[in-house]
Every structure is written in structure tokens, then in C-alpha cells.
């Protein structure tokens, strides 16, 4: 008897200490969506109230929640309570949000994959301190095919023009237009290794061997070069080796990007690629196709295929026009196809490796998630409700302007119905989230956490205690060794454009 009481009193412990865990960390509740104590504080330091109020307290909290934060939570409980997940549309932006969380530079497939740090040698950097003596002025023609690529080199060694080989079979439609021209000039740190290299070892207003590299093969021709000033070694050391360890990381990343297309078998039908090549042969240096040539049953057929999804024809030429001009190549031969797959492809098979490695399943990236998804949830409800249910009719257009006339100086309404009607349409849209906003409130009333509000405002008064005792510091230019400057967030490192 003594035993079943003791484990009734542990049982009953344990689920005290389970509510109590379940209660930390958030500050309102409405139905299921909560407020969480980290998003209140990175917003709350970052408004002027922070600096404001000498001490902070759990009311000041509130009524800063009441007027910024609040009313998301009401709207997030009606996207679920409406279901709009299962709408095909949002599903699909949450799953791209899901991909963006999970891909992207410094989230958490990067940190699973790409070593913390990449060390660089005295040799390397001394060397590298040596090449940036000298820049370079640099065209090139870049294709897909290894094949193509050594019969263009061939041509050229035999006194081909290099202008006209630029036209006809270089990828790179940002350097087409003048004859193969990359970049004014360009030091090695803007190229990648093999094209550095290259470029060192070959005298000027000659070609380079194809080099092998993220956007395929080129060849590089050595329009001029000459001295570069650099400031004295120890003064250049710290960015030489931020650079040295930005190309590592750079080539780490392309290798990893590489494996993936064999670890989800992606693949091109070779044979369908031949049937709807004429639809690709245009002459138009920017992405075209005519689907005039390609049967409604060829448009329907698998192109492309990895392990978890497949496009057809049309799906992956739609893609391809999609394109901006800036990125755009093109399609005339089965390599081209079959890089321009792999590119566009890139971050699905990121999201398929990052779920292979259960990444989404920490407790982490679910809670991150899960704000996410309603926050994307909360802003689709409120536009079905709010934003897409507001309609301004002529009717009322022109009753406003015959009761307003004299504000607008007697001006034509034909002048004015476009300001009239942003006019109408913001008062009607305040009139009506007020409404909404208040039918949601008596819906869902909220639950307020004042432990975890008493919590937060004693480590805010604490982090103000601290920061107005500590000297103040100047502001550092940093750098970013082993980063990635300049890069999306959502993308994996890139080599500068046109040069790898």
C-alpha cells in the first residue's frame, strides 16, 4: 500500500514539474498560439520603450504586447481553427518556408555539413599576399560540355576569332554582349583556385586551358594585366586569410552540392531531351523556347527525376523561363539541360538531405518552425479576412468626391479616382480589422502568464542595470573568415559570377 502511494506521489510530482516546464517561456496564450518569451524580448529591446522607462514592469510588458503583439495571436488561432494549411498554396509557401529555415547560410543543415572552421597556412597566405601584386583584366567563354569546350580551345589555338566563338557558344548571357568581358579588373581572391592559377601561368592576350568549375567549363583569355599596390603584409594578413578560408568553405560547399545529385539519383531521360531539342534551338542569346514544337503528351513526360519528386517537360522549361536574364542560359545541348537541372534543383535536394538527417526533428528547428508557420498563418487570415474581403465600388468613389469636392479644389475625378479609391479602401479596411479584431478577441480569450511576465521584466531591468554600467565600446568593422559576404541567407556559398 505504502509502495502504490509513493508512486502516486511521484506520478503527481512529476506531472507538477511537467505543467510547470509547459508554462515556462511563454507570456500569453490564445487557444493554442503563445507568445514566447525571446520573441517579446528581441522586439522589446529593439523599440524605443527599452531605453524609456527607468524600470521596467510586467504591466509596462502588456500593454507593449496589447499594441504590437497581441492581435497576431488572434489571427493565427482563426488560420488554424479555418485550416488554411490545407489550402494547396499556403501549404506550399510553408514548405518553402520550411526549406528556407532548414537551407539556409548558417542555419542548420550548414552547421551540420560545413566544418566550423578551415585552416590556412603561413605558405598559403604569403603566397596569396604575392599574387595580389598583380590584377587582371580577363574574358571568357563559358559552356557546359568538356567535349565542346576542348574542340572551342582547339579553334581558338588554330586563330579562331575569340568574339564570335563568345556569341555562339558562351553560357554566360552577362558577358555575351562585350565579346566575353568579365569584370574591369580582377584580383585572386575574386577568382576561384583553378582559374587563379591558370590565370598566373599564362602570358597575356593568350587562352587558358578549360578549367573545370561551379558554372562548367571556360575558358579564360588574359586581356591585360598589371601591378597592384597592397599594404605592407601584416597589415593585409588578417583579410588575405579571410579569403583563403572563405574559398575553402566556398569549394567545401560546391563538393558537398556535387555528392547530393548522386546521393538523390537526379537524373535527365537523355532520349526525351533529344525528341524537344528543336523546340530549344532559338537564336535569341536569352532563354526561349517554342512550345509549338513539343506534342501536349511531350510535355507531360518525366524530364527530370531524383529521389522524391520529378518534373515534366513543361514544369522544368517553365522554370527555365522563369530564369531572370541575369542567370539565364542556353538550352542546346544535354549538359546544359542537365546543369541547368541541377542548379534549379539545388535547394530541394538540400531540404531532402537536411530531412534524411533529421534535422527537422529537433526540438530546436520544430519550436522555430512552429512560429514560423503560424506567423505565416496569422498574416494569411488576415488578408482573406481583412485585406482580400475590402471592395470599393465607383458607387462609393463618387459619392466621396461629390461630398469632398472642395478639399480637392474642384479637380476632375477622373484625376482623382485612383487616390479616392486607396482613400476609401483604408478607412473601410480599418473600419473592418477593428471589427474582426474585436469578434476574434471575444472568440479566443487570452491567458496571461504572470510568473513568466514578472520573469522577463526582471532580466530586462537586469540587462539595463548592466548595460548602462559598461563602458562604451567603439564600433569594429569585422570580418567574416570562413563566411560567406554578400550571400543569401536561403542559398550555399557561391564563386563570384562568371569566374568559377
Known amino acids: 500500500m505504502i509502495k502504490k502511494y509513493l508512486g502516486f506521489a511521484f506520478l503527481l510530482t512529476s506531472l507538477l514539474i511537467g505543467c510547470a516546464k509547459k508554462d515556462e517561456g511563454w507570456l500569453v496564450k490564445v487557444k493554442d498560439q503563445t507568445l514566447r518569451d525571446d520573441i517579446l524580448t528581441r522586439r522589446y529591446k529593439m523599440s524605443r520603450e527599452f531605453s524609456q522607462h ?31 494549411d490545407q489550402d494547396s498554396t499556403i501549404a506550399e509557401q510553408i514548405r518553402q518556408e520550411e526549406r528556407r529555415m532548414l537551407t539556409r547560410n ?26 595580389g601584386k598583380q590584377e587582371f583584366k580577363l574574358s571568357h567563354i563559358l559552356v557546359k560540355s568538356p567535349t565542346l569546350a576542348d574542340s572551342i580551345y582547339s579553334a581558338l589555338m588554330a586563330g579562331a576569332d575569340f568574339k564570335t566563338l563568345v556569341t555562339r557558344y558562351s553560357m554566360d548571357m552577362n558577358t555575351i554582349e562585350n565579346g566575353g568581358s568579365i569584370a574591369p579588373w580582377l584580383s585572386w581572391n575574386q577568382l576561384a583556385p583553378p582559374s587563379a592559377e591558370a590565370v598566373r601561368n599564362t602570358p597575356t592576350g593568350s587562352y587558358t586551358k578549360p578549367i573545370l568549375g561551379g558554372f562548367g567549363y571556360q575558358i579564360l583569355r588574359i586581356d591585360e594585366r598589371r601591378e597592384r599596390q ?24 560546391e563538393n558537398y552540392t556535387n555528392d547530393l545529385y548522386s546521393k538523390f539519383n537526379l537524373a535527365i531521360d537523355s ?15 536569352g532563354a526561349k523556347v517554342d512550345y509549338a514544337l513539343i506534342s501536349p503528351e511531350d510535355q507531360k513526360k518525366t524530364l527530370v527525376s531524383w529521389k522524391g519528386g520529378q518534373w515534366s517537360v513543361r514544369e522544368t522549361l517553365d522554370k527555365y523561363l522563369q530564369m531572370t536574364r541575369g542567370n539565364a542560359y542556353r538550352l542546346t545541348r544535354y549538359e546544359d539541360v542537365a546543369d541547368f537541372a541541377r542548379k534549379a534543383n539545388l535547394q530541394e535536394l538540400m531540404l531532402l538531405d537536411a530531412r534524411a538527417r533529421k534535422l527537422d526533428q529537433t526540438e530546436e528547428f520544430k519550436r522555430d518552425f512552429f512560429y514560423a508557420k503560424n506567423q505565416l498563418l496569422g498574416q494569411k487570415c488576415r488578408e482573406k479576412l481583412i485585406t482580400r474581403a475590402v471592395k470599393v465600388s465607383e458607387e462609393e468613389i463618387t459619392a466621396f468626391y461629390e461630398s469632398h469636392k472642395s478639399e480637392y479644389k474642384d479637380r476632375p475625378l477622373a484625376e482623382l479616382r485612383s487616390t479616392l479609391r486607396s482613400r476609401i479602401y483604408s478607412a473601410k479596411m480599418a473600419e473592418l480589422q477593428e471589427k474582426v479584431t474585436a469578434d476574434l478577441r471575444k472568440k479566443y480569450p487570452e491567458k496571461w502568464n504572470e510568473k513568466a511576465l514578472k520573469k522577463t521584466a526582471e532580466a530586462l531591468n537586469a540587462e539595463k542595470a548592466a548595460l548602462s554600467k559598461a563602458p562604451a565600446q567603439p ?26
Open 54 to 84: 527607468p524600470a521596467i514592469t510586467p504591466e509596462i510588458l502588456k500593454v507593449f504586447i496589447e499594441k504590437t503583439l497581441l492581435n497576431n495571436l488572434f489571427f493565427q488561432a482563426e488560420g488554424n481553427a479555418l485550416k488554411l
Open 106 to 131: 548558417n542555419g542548420p543543415l550548414f552547421k551540420a555539413v560545413v566544418p566550423a572552421s578551415f585552416s590556412v597556412s603561413e605558405e598559403e597566405i604569403r603566397n596569396a599576399y604575392e599574387w
Open 230 to 253: 597592397q599594404p605592407p603584409f601584416e597589415q593585409a594578413r588578417t583579410e588575405i586569410e579571410g579569403n583563403l578560408k572563405n574559398q575553402k568553405q566556398g569549394l567545401f560547399v
Open 271 to 285: 532520349l526525351l531531351f533529344v525528341k524537344i531539342a528543336p523546340a530549344l534551338q532559338g537564336n535569341s542569346a
Open 475 to 500: 564600433q569594429a568593422r569585422t570580418g567574416q573568415p570562413g563566411g560567406m559576404p554578400g550571400q543569401r541567407p536561403d542559398m550555399p556559398p557561391a564563386p563570384p559570377q562568371g569566374v568559377r
